[in-house]
């Protein structure tokens, strides 16, 4: 049917992660509600991604778009530096309060990415405030921490990084953790220990290399090595952050402490863009001096943004409440019987699941890469059952709004094994 939203579109728009040849199945969507998506000719969609790993308590949450709403009417934005408000010191005050006792300071930018800049920048400024530069980074093989040039530094190389290949900074690559690797991992630690000036990981799941998991008494023990031989530690939770595994923070699972935690996409309920870069009192007082040039020159136009702490500030307290907490262990719960019930299906590879988060890979001749044929089919036949996945390769995954029914998650673990079946 002719769509003229669609062709508007595609006239002046450019879209992420894109090929703009051939993309001409754009959906134009016209408003949300809960865990509901709706496009301009009225179909309804599930969104059991949460909008790229965002959405928190379903979309148009009248909580957040009246607290949202007022910040507007009273204090839209100001400049953060020389000058602070009220959203910005009560959400850095929560936060700080359910974070790791260490974590004291909070630094705002405006999405994941940044995020990531800022604690990559703060380990390598600390090194040379302190008189002792280090420059090589740890990080996890199949890691992805952003799109920007440093986040694309720490993630793993592929497709998406070769044009840039040579100016991306070096970094030591180790696996994740595992009972049985931990001492050759704990022997690359120790061969770069001196000059590394920070380890980066996604703690417990490994979100865009396909929901790789590993387990966190392994994490524990890697992190416990890094800390003994002095190498600082960034624990990225932008997506694992604000209940997706099961507890608020995936920090919560582990034994040890990072000096530095990054936060977005759920930080605000998937509302309105906001990074925070939490650290250590440690790492900051690297920074506290009469010397000028010992300051962290980093800022952005929108740091702190009043509009986003007022979103992020009403989704926390809909994410404390009890009735949350009870929608999360339900998801756990549906999702754990879901598993149990397609582990040993012939078309299963293998089925992943940490709190909210559930993947299922394909038995499949292709390969597993996001641009392998299977997902180009799983995509489109999820979507005309109204539901909204996002395939990466053989990997079809949930990440759901937790506002979503039991009913819709039926629905969609029926459609699912409907698709084994079929593809
Ligand atoms: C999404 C993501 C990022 C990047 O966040 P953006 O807001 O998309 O820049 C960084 N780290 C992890 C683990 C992510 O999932």
């Known amino acids: 049917m002719y769509n003229i ?57 009248p909580h957040i778009a009246q607290r949202v709403s007022d910040q507007l009417h009273t204090l839209e934005q100001v400049i953060f530096a020389g000058f602070t408000h009220e959203p910005a010191v009560q959400l850095s005050e929560n936060l700080l309060k359910l974070l790791p006792a260490n974590q004291q300071k909070v630094f705002y930018t405006d999405n994941g990415s940044t995020a ?18 280090k420059s090589k980074i740890l990080a996890f093989r199949n ?4 799109d920007t040039f440093g986040a694309m530094s720490v993630s793993a190389r592929g497709a998406w ?3 840039f290949g040579d100016m991306l900074f070096d970094v030591v690559f180790i696996d994740t953790p595992t009972v049985d690797n931990l001492e050759s991992l704990i022997q690359k630690v120790d061969l770069h220990a001196d000059e590394l000036a920070c380890f980066i990981y996604e703690p417990l799941i490994q979100g865009a290399a396909g929901m790789l998991m590993h387990h966190p008494e392994d994490l524990s023990r890697l992190m416990a090595y890094c800390r003994h031989k002095g190498v600082l530690m960034i624990q990225d939770e932008i997506f694992v952050g604000f209940g997706r595994t099961g507890k608020l923070f995936a920090a919560d699972y582990l034994s040890e402490y990072p000096d530095i935690m990054c936060f977005s996409k759920g930080l605000t309920g998937g509302t309105m863009p906001l990074g925070v870069t939490t650290c250590s009192d440690v790492v900051y007082q690297a ?6 040039r010992q300051a962290l020159y980093h800022g952005h136009s929108f740091t702190a943004s009043p509009l986003a702490c007022a979103a992020a500030l009403a989704s926390m307290e809909l994410l404390l409440k009890a009735e949350t907490t009870a929608r999360i262990a339900r998801i756990v719960a549906k999702h754990r019987a879901f598993k149990e019930e397609i582990t040993s299906w012939p078309k299963v590879k293998d089925v992943r699941q940490r709190g909210t988060i559930i993947a299922i890979e394909w038995n499949h001749m292709e390969s597993t890469s ?39 998650l ?14």
């Open 161 to 163: 990084t070769a044009p």
């Open 287 to 292: 920074f506290y001096s009469d010397d000028k």
């Open 143 to 146: 890691a992805y921490h952003g």
């Open 116 to 133: 990531v800049e800022v604690a990559l920048k703060m380990c390598i400024q600390y090194h040379v405030n302190r008189g002792t530069p």
């Open 5 to 61: 939203l669609r062709e508007r579109d595609r006239e002046v728009n450019w879209h992420p992660y894109t090929q703009m040849k051939g993309a001409t199945d754009i959906i134009p969507i016209v408003r949300g509600q809960g865990a509901y998506l709706y496009d301009n000719e009225g179909k309804r969609y599930i969104d059991a991604v949460s909008s790229w790993w965002v959405t928190l308590h379903g979309h148009a949450h």
């Open 410 to 423: 039926d629905y969609i673990y029926v459609t699912i094994k409907e698709a084994l079946k079929l593809l």
């Open 370 to 408: 996001y641009f392998s044929k299977l997902g180009e089919v799983l995509y489109p036949f999820f979507l005309e059952r109204g539901i909204l996945l996002r395939p990466l390769g053989n990997i079809i995954y949930l990440v759901p709004p937790y506002c979503i029914s039991d009913c819709d």
